[in-house]
């Protein structure tokens, strides 16, 4: 264990080494995908429900695989859609009682979506370390038919061509912007879209 360590010169501490850091969050990665790949249902409250915690998985790994800045939020959202659609009566499930006695019924919470972030995808929170490719592959058939759509509509709506301004370069933030997403433990790329934008 001596090698694996190494003294920081300005504190005097002794500090994990970095590429003891990475093997050992390698090593967590892995184990988790083998616990994912070796258990035939989900644990916990989807343990009963498979094909929706599979949905869940995808849909959030899609996402995380287009560059997506992925936090607690988004993954609690996505969660909660998920099993909206495919398996409303677990909101109805009764998971104890608060302090008062009353029941209390399953809700998704940020502590849960971390906990599903780390155990079924082996997700850890991560600072970004570059800029995911913007442009799919298609990007000329969908700028032709953003034109079409925009043309379609001025037609429509009867707005001069005149009021159509900026219409490409419309910086609009849906959600504050983070330097931290969920991504795989270990992984020496986290990209993201975004991260270059300083506005």
Request: proline fraction near 3%; hydrophobic fraction near 40%; include cysteine.
């Amino acid at each position: 264990m001596k090698g694996w360590y190494a003294k920081d010169q300005g504190t005097g501490h002794w500090l994990l080494k970095d590429d003891m850091r990475e093997k050992i969050g390698l090593m967590a990665s892995k184990k988790a995908a083998k616990v994912r790949r070796n258990t035939e249902k989900p644990r916990g409250i989807l343990k009963d429900h498979p094909e929706t915690d599979s949905q869940i998985v995808d849909c959030l790994k899609g996402m995380r695989l287009a560059g997506q800045q992925i936090d607690s939020s988004i993954i609690r959202t996505t969660i909660q859609g998920v099993i909206a659609v495919g398996a409303p009566e677990l909101f109805d499930r009764v998971v104890g009682k608060d302090k008062d006695g009353q029941l209390v019924k399953f809700s998704i919470s940020k502590t849960f979506a971390k906990v599903f972030a780390q155990r079924h995808l082996g997700w850890t929170w991560r600072l970004m370390t570059g800029v995911a490719r913007k442009l799919p592959e298609d990007w000329v058939v969908q700028g032709e038919e953003m034109a079409f759509r925009v043309a379609a509509l001025c037609s429509m709506h009867l707005v001069p061509d005149y009021l159509v301004v900026n219409s490409d370069q419309t910086g609009v933030h849906l959600k504050p912007f983070s330097e931290r997403t969920y991504e795989v433990k270990g992984a020496k790329q986290v990209l993201s879209l975004g991260k270059e934008d300083k506005r």
